[in-house]
């Protein structure tokens, strides 16, 4: 294939007015990876924005003769071919970064964002988003409440998107918990055998109900492990994911190792935070687990009263130990302590104990 870039630089070279040049290059972010507003562009040369829009619809025509366009063909090749491999619809910007790869050389585009060649890498996306709005096979979707902005090369593909979406969004709600990505796609590809692993993470990328958070787990847009408001929901993300009581420190740690952000997260208010969140308990000293894992907040003594009540029999030091573990993160020493409260506990036959009348 022809390098991308000397092909636009070639079909603008058939555009004879410079300010006209000048207006597609800046509408279409081919100057320095931006794209300018009719505004920006109207201010520049005196002019209003509805007169910058009828110059680049001009230019555009000028820009559609079978001559140019045929040498645009093995390009147009390339992005039909991408596009029906993931369903005909596709995110705007995943589909630029991937068509990137696809046309220039892995190595250069690894070595520009390595130095931080950013700029360049944005003109490489802005070619192909100036291709594609020359090719009549595609139209570009603009973002709305449903969906980000995306390309296809066939409108019906649009409707499958969607009832995919709404189908997993069900799905999701039902389960009330995340997805990997594997589990997700699997999923969906129970509900809708016809569509091709690609198809479907395609659909997923482009929707904007259902994300996919900092440790690859994908759920609901509105759900705390998705878009967490605070180090609380961050912690809750950290605890369900390492599936085990952490210390608020190690909890504190995880946060601004796995989920960073400008805002750090500190262990005092980490701490402060997950006491008073109901999601949380505290289990040992400084250890915290989930509630929803079974952990019950409360004393030593306390648990060991809650469990005495709920079996409602006379129970063995051993059995309480091991009832009491489940629960609570101490030491097996720490419970047969606490056991020796009299004024809460008493001992019967057979070395068993109770609670006191």
């Known amino acids: 294939m022809h390098n991308i870039l000397n092909l636009v630089n070639e079909a603008l070279q058939n555009i004879p007015n410079n300010r006209t040049k000048e207006v597609i290059s800046r509408r279409f972010g081919l100057q320095d990876g ?18 910058v829009r009828q110059i680049e619809e001009g230019g555009l025509n000028a820009l559609k003769q079978a001559k140019i366009i045929d040498k645009f063909q093995p390009v147009f090749k390339t992005i039909n071919e991408h596009l029906k491999d993931h369903g005909e619809f596709k995110k705007e910007h995943k589909l630029y970064d991937d068509l990137t790869y696809i046309c220039f050389p892995v190595k250069e585009i690894e070595q520009m964002k390595k130095e931080g060649g950013l700029a360049e890498l944005e003109k490489r996306q802005s070619a192909f988003y100036f291709i594609m709005s020359l090719g009549g096979d595609f139209d570009r979707l603009p973002e709305n409440d449903y969906f980000y902005s995306a390309w296809t090369n066939n409108k019906n593909s649009v409707k499958a998107a969607k009832k995919t979406v709404d189908s997993l969004i069900k799905h999701l709600d039902s389960k009330k918990q995340v997805f990997t990505r594997e589990e997700l796609l699997a999923a969906a590809g129970g509900l809708f055998p016809e569509l091709s692993a690609r198809a479907i993470h395609s659909y997923i990328d482009v929707s904007k109900h259902i994300e996919q958070n900092s440790l690859g787990n994908f759920g609901l847009i509105h759900w705390p492990e998705i878009s967490p408001r605070g180090v609380k929901d961050k912690a809750y993300i950290i605890l369900k994911s390492v599936g085990k009581p952490l210390h608020f420190s190690e909890v504190t740690a995880e946060i601004n190792k796995v989920l960073p952000s400008s805002r750090q997260a500190y262990v005092q208010t980490v701490h402060n935070e997950l006491i008073k969140d109901k999601r949380f308990v505290l289990v040992g000293r400084g250890l915290y687990a989930l509630t929803e894992w079974g952990y019950e907040p409360g004393t030593v003594v306390q648990t060991i009263a809650q469990i005495l009540k709920k079996e409602g029999h006379p129970m063995s030091k051993e059995e309480i130990v091991k009832k009491v573990l489940e629960k609570r993160m101490v030491k097996e020493n720490t419970v047969l302590i606490n056991l020796q409260n009299r004024k809460i506990f008493d001992r019967v036959g057979d070395g068993a104990y109770t609670l006191k009348k």
């Not at 931006?34 to 924005?49: F, V």
């Open 34 to 51: 931006r794209r300018h507003t009719l505004e920006a562009i109207g201010q520049s040369h005196g002019i209003t924005r509805e007169r």
